[in-house]
């Protein structure tokens, strides 16, 4: 990638009147939360595919959510970084940005930013189990007690309030995604870009004449489609976007 195409990409992006940014787990890297594929994504020997699955909780709730405990426990020990703060910043300060995230660990909401769809839902929310029609729920507690945690209104068994594989989206949630594409500069920062809808958002964003950039350190099943393709940490990255023209994203 030619420095001359990173300056015209974030010169687009300072231009932009709609800005929308899909994020995914590796914006939350630097706080040390642990991203979903590769080796950090194991825990003992269970990939992600194998535990957040209905299926999986229905066979051994206990074991899902010993999982989900230790998750939360993690991730509450893991403050924002500069990724998160920059979006939230942007968010505060442009009325025309907009974030999309796939995270469930909270640290958009935690740096405070607007506008925000969580896709996936979020691992602070719970909820019944045998929807027992009592609204979700929002737990903090780390570790939870008891764990696997129950339903206040009718005892049976909670579950968290996450969108598992298999499972589909909120249509509401989908809905403003959906309308998020319409814009002038999609970036998709820090995703593996292979679960869908997610990952198709991209696509929906350049039929309606989106600039599109991703900042990754790897490549994905994205980088040929983007305009530009950034190969660098979401932190550093979006803290030289925002530094633009001071200080110019450089290439990797
Ligand atoms: P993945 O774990 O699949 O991908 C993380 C991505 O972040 C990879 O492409 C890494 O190269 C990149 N990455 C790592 N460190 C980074 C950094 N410092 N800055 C920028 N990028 C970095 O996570 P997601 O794409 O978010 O779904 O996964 C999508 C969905 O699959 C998740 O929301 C979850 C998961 O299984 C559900 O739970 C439904």
């Known amino acids: 990638m030619v420095q001359a195409a990173i300056d015209h990409a974030v010169s687009r992006f300072a231009t932009a009147?709609?800005?929308t940014v899909l994020t995914g787990a590796g914006v939350s890297a630097a706080s040390g939360v642990?991203?979903?594929?590769?080796?950090?994504?194991?825990?003992?020997?269970?990939?992600?595919e194998e535990l957040a699955t209905a299926a999986a909780f229905a066979r051994d709730p206990a074991?899902?959510?010993?999982?989900?405990?230790?998750?939360?426990?993690?991730?509450?020990a893991c403050p924002p970084n500069r990724a998160h703060?920059?979006?939230?910043?942007?968010?505060?300060r442009r009325p025309g940005v907009t974030l999309i995230t796939q995270n469930v660990d909270g640290l958009h909401e935690r740096a405070g930013t607007a506008r925000l769809t969580c896709l996936h839902g979020s691992?602070?929310?719970l909820r019944c189990w045998r929807a027992c029609g009592t609204p979700d729920w929002t737990?903090?507690?780390?570790p939870l007690s008891p764990c696997p945690?129950?339903?206040p209104s009718c005892g049976g068994l909670a579950r968290p309030g996450v969108v598992w594989f298999g499972e589909t989206l909120d249509p509401a949630d989908l809905t403003l995604a959906t309308e998020a594409c319409v814009c002038d500069v999609f970036m998709v920062v820090g995703t593996s870009a292979v679960v869908h809808p997610a990952a198709g958002l991209a696509d929906i964003a350049r039929a309606h004449g989106a600039y599109l950039i991703e900042i990754n350190p790897e490549t994905t099943p994205v980088s040929d489609a983007v305009d530009v393709s950034i190969r660098g940490a979401a932190e550093i990255v979006l803290e030289a976007f925002d530094r633009w023209p001071l200080e110019r994203p450089t290439v990797a």
């Open 17 to 19: 009147r709609r800005v």
């Open 34 to 48: 642990p991203t979903f594929r590769g080796d950090a994504g194991l825990w003992r020997q269970f990939r992600p």
């Open 63 to 76: 074991l899902v959510w010993e999982w989900y405990d230790w998750r939360r426990t993690l991730i509450a």
């Open 85 to 92: 703060h920059v979006l939230a910043d942007w968010s505060t």
């Open 123 to 125: 691992i602070w929310t």
């Open 139 to 142: 737990n903090y507690d780390v």
């Open 149 to 151: 945690p129950r339903c």
